[in-house]
C-alpha cells in the first residue's frame, strides 16, 4: 500500500542553519503530499501540502516540492528559527485517507 | 484558524475498566472524524474513520467492539475504550474534517495509561 518513509532524527541546528528533512513516498497513483508540524503539547497543524507533481508548498520559510521522478517530497528551510523546534510529520494520501511519516525531531539551538 | 478540542488530554486508569475520550470541533462543523493511535517515536496509524449520524469505518485490524465510537453530532466525536488493558497504553488523537477547506485539523492528543 501507499506509504512514506522520512528521515529519522532527532535532528539538532543551530539558529540560522539550513534544514533539510528528507522524505520519499511509494503510492499507486498520485496523491497529495504533506508536511505536517507538532509543536510541544499540541496537535498537529498542516504546514503546507502539494497536489500535483512539480508542485512546490511553502510557508513560515519552508517548502518543498513534489518530485515524481525521485518520488520525494523533502522539506527545506533557509534558516531555522529556535522557535521551529517541533515534530515534523511527512503525509501522502486524501483527507480520507491519509499515511504518515514516523516524524522527525528538530531542536533548533541559539 | 479551525480548532480541535480533545479530553482529557491524559488519562490513567486500571486494567479492566472504560475509558472514553472526547474530540470536538471547536469552531467549525464536521461531518468526519478521524481517529489515530500513535505509539512512541512511531507514526499516526489511522483507527478508525467517524461520520456524524452512522457507524464509523474501521481499518483491519482495529477491533470495533473495543473501541467504540460514537458521532451523534456535528462537532463531537467519542472514542471509548472498553476492557482497557495495558497494551492500549498510547497516545490517541483524533481530527476533524473541515469541508469549506478541505482539510484535516488534528487535536492535541490524549495520552492513555493503563495499569
Known amino acids: 500500500g501507499d506509504s512514506v518513509t522520512q528521515m529519522e532524527g532527532p535532528v539538532t541546528l543551530s539558529e540560522e542553519a539550513f534544514l533539510t528533512i528528507n522524505c520519499t513516498y511509494t503510492a499507486t497513483g498520485y496523491p497529495s503530499l504533506f508536511w505536517y508540524v507538532q509543536y510541544p503539547g499540541e496537535g498537529l497543524q498542516l504546514l503546507l501540502k502539494a497536489t500535483k507533481a512539480d508542485d512546490k508548498g511553502s510557508n513560515k520559510g519552508f517548502e518543498a516540492t513534489y518530485r515524481k521522478e525521485t518520488t520525494s517530497f523533502h522539506l527545506e528551510k533557509g534558516s531555522v528559527q529556535v522557535s521551529d523546534s517541533a515534530v515534523y510529520f511527512c503525509?501522502?494520501?486524501?483527507?480520507?485517507?491519509?499515511?504518515f511519516g514516523a516524524g522527525t525531531r528538530l531542536t533548533v539551538k541559539p | 484558524g479551525a480548532v480541535v478540542s480533545q479530553h482529557p488530554s491524559w488519562v490513567i486508569c486500571k486494567s479492566g475498566t472504560s475509558v472514553k475520550i472526547e474530540c470536538r470541533s471547536l469552531?467549525?462543523?464536521?461531518?468526519?472524524m478521524f481517529w489515530y493511535r500513535q505509539f512512541p517515536k512511531q507514526s499516526l496509524m489511522l483507527m478508525a474513520t467517524?461520520?456524524?449520524?452512522?457507524?464509523?469505518?474501521?481499518e483491519q485490524g482495529v477491533e470495533k467492539d473495543k473501541f467504540l465510537i460514537n458521532h451523534a453530532s456535528l462537532t463531537l466525536s467519542t472514542l471509548t475504550v472498553t476492557s482497557a488493558h495495558p497494551e492500549d497504553s498510547s497516545f490517541y488523537i483524533c481530527?476533524?474534517?473541515?469541508?469549506?477547506?478541505?482539510?484535516?485539523?488534528f487535536g492535541p492528543g490524549t495520552r492513555l495509561t493503563v495499569l
Open positions: 467517524s461520520n456524524e449520524g452512522s457507524k464509523a469505518t474501521y
Open positions: 503525509a501522502l494520501g486524501e483527507n480520507n485517507d491519509m499515511r
Open positions: 481530527s476533524a474534517l473541515a469541508l469549506t477547506t478541505d482539510t484535516q485539523y
Open positions: 469552531d467549525f462543523q464536521a461531518t468526519t
